[in-house]
Nanobody, 113 residues
Framework: QVQLVESGGGLVQAGGSLRLSCTAS????????MGWFRQAPGKQRELVAT??????TNYVDSVKGRFTIARDNANTVNLQMSSLKPEDTAVYYC????????WGQGTQVTVSS
């Protein structure tokens, strides 16, 4: 079992920055990939960024050049978000794939215009 705890959401003006953090606990040795998804009101949950154990990153096109996913330590992954847009407003969920998908509780990010 893997438990995920997110932090760092909040309200920011368009053009601003936020950093989300996700700390994993439990069977962290089994984690292969960690990442972030987001879900805006009335929309499906979408992949934002992933980071494999080997260091490979992947981003959805809409955040490329603005968001960066990186490992802070063995069990913490950060999502640095810059040049935020109102369309980035969503609940952001940390995700970790071990033997199955694991999810955090979500953190709200609101970008005002």
């Amino acid at each position: 079992q893997v438990q995920l705890v997110e932090s760092g959401g909040g309200l920011v003006q368009a053009g601003g920055s936020l950093r989300l953090s996700c700390t994993a606990s439990g069977s962290t040795f089994s984690i292969r990939t960690m990442g972030w998804f987001r879900q805006a009101p009335g929309k499906q949950r979408e992949l934002v960024a992933t980071l494999t154990r080997g260091g490979t990153t992947n981003y959805v096109d809409s955040v490329k050049g603005r968001f960066t996913i990186a490992r802070d330590n063995a069990n913490t992954v950060n999502l640095q978000m810059s040049s935020l847009k109102p369309e980035d407003t969503a609940v952001y969920y940390c995700w970790a794939f071990a033997t199955r998908a694991n999810w955090g509780q979500g953190t709200q990010v609101t970008v005002s215009s």
